[in-house]
């Protein structure tokens, strides 16, 4: 998936296309720093998302994002807000102008991560509602249910919730809550809570593992 990168700080700029390019399965497609090259770019590009800041040199990032909604080359296009900009207008306007999240700076990479990871999950379910015909609720639900990640429990790290995530899609067949501790030097419990919550969260799921005696062990899988 293709990304446009609009920053008026040139190594804010550099920096969010370093996680865009790190994020499996993304790629940067262009690098825009005022609001008319944003535009520009979008056209001509035609980006699948737009990483879009708010304070521009030019005009305000909630009137790229009318614009780019207002043009038939471009409405299309999702946008994801990353911006400095706190006050309850701005965030509403963003909402209203639909887009898909609000990340306020600064930020850690695992949260831009989890952004990207959210968008690919939402164009899959996008995709695979496009084969049918109509849509139920269930349907319905699973789309707009991936517009918004979970928070994280009380208790919980984004640092750490990121750890367990790559521990998991570095081991396609599953990893046991043991196997899991071992793999990010985490205690057992602790592994054991970071898998729960992403079951919670739709994002693994469990499989029983049986083994010669006793209990099946629960084995988590992420969900592609």
């Given at each position: 998936?293709r ?58 990032g ?100 990121e750890?367990v ?6 081991h ?53």
């Amino acid at each position: 998936m293709r990304v446009l990168v609009v920053d008026d700080d040139f190594m804010v700029a550099k920096v969010h296309s370093g996680y865009v390019s790190r994020a499996p399965g993304f790629t940067v497609a262009g690098v825009a720093h005022t609001g008319a090259e944003a535009l520009r770019a979008a056209r001509e590009l035609h980006p699948d998302l737009v990483l879009l800041d708010i304070y521009l040199p030019d005009v305000d990032g909630l009137s790229v994002l009318r614009q780019l909604r207002a043009d038939p080359a471009t409405q299309d296009i999702d946008v994801l807000i990353i911006t400095a900009a706190r006050d309850v207008e701005t965030v509403r306007g963003a909402l209203r102008g639909g887009a898909l999240h609000y990340l306020i700076k600064p930020f850690p990479s695992s949260a831009l991560q989890a952004q990207l990871e959210e968008f690919a999950t939402l164009r899959r379910k996008l995709h695979r509602l496009a084969q049918r015909s109509t849509a139920g609720q269930e349907d319905v639900d699973a789309v707009f249910g991936a517009r918004t990640p979970k928070a994280l429990p009380k208790g919980l790290t984004e640092q750490t919730a990121e750890l367990v995530r790559q521990a998991l899609q570095a081991h396609p067949d599953g990893l046991s809550a043991s196997e899991c501790a071992g793999v990010t030097d985490l205690s057992r419990p602790s592994a054991r809570r970071y898998l729960e919550h992403f079951v919670a969260a739709g994002r693994a799921e469990v499989r029983l593992r049986y083994g010669g005696t006793g209990r099946p062990e629960r084995q988590y899988h992420w969900r592609g």
